[in-house]
């Protein structure tokens, strides 16, 4: 299977469509936590090696972070992609599996 790359630094003229700055205080509050969010990535490099396949490097161009019943359909839809994927029916959900998700501290 051929690797991606990602570059995920966004350009000055570029942050509006970076709906993570909406979030940087709970980022920041609860730096161990999972946030779900939906992107749009497009091609953006791509490097070729001697003997080796073509890797390609994605841009994320959007980026926003989800809330409430969004959350649990993207959860739904990530799994159900990973099972198409071969990634095993059945599987505990990824976002329930140990070690993605940290239980909620109490103030």
Known sequence: MTA????????KDA????????IAEQLI???????VVVGV???????????????????IVAIEPLEGDAVTAAKELLDAAREARGQGPGMDSLFDAD?????PEHD
Do not use: C, M, Q, Y
């Open 4 to 11: 991606v790359n990602i570059s995920g630094t966004f350009k």
């Open 15 to 22: 942050r509006p469509h970076n709906g993570l700055e909406h």
């Open 29 to 35: 509050k609860d730096e161990l936590s999972p946030v």
């Open 41 to 59: 990535v497009v091609p953006h490099a791509f490097k070729k090696a001697a003997g080796e396949e073509l890797t390609p490097t994605v841009r």
């Open 99 to 103: 070690g993605w998700v940290r239980k």
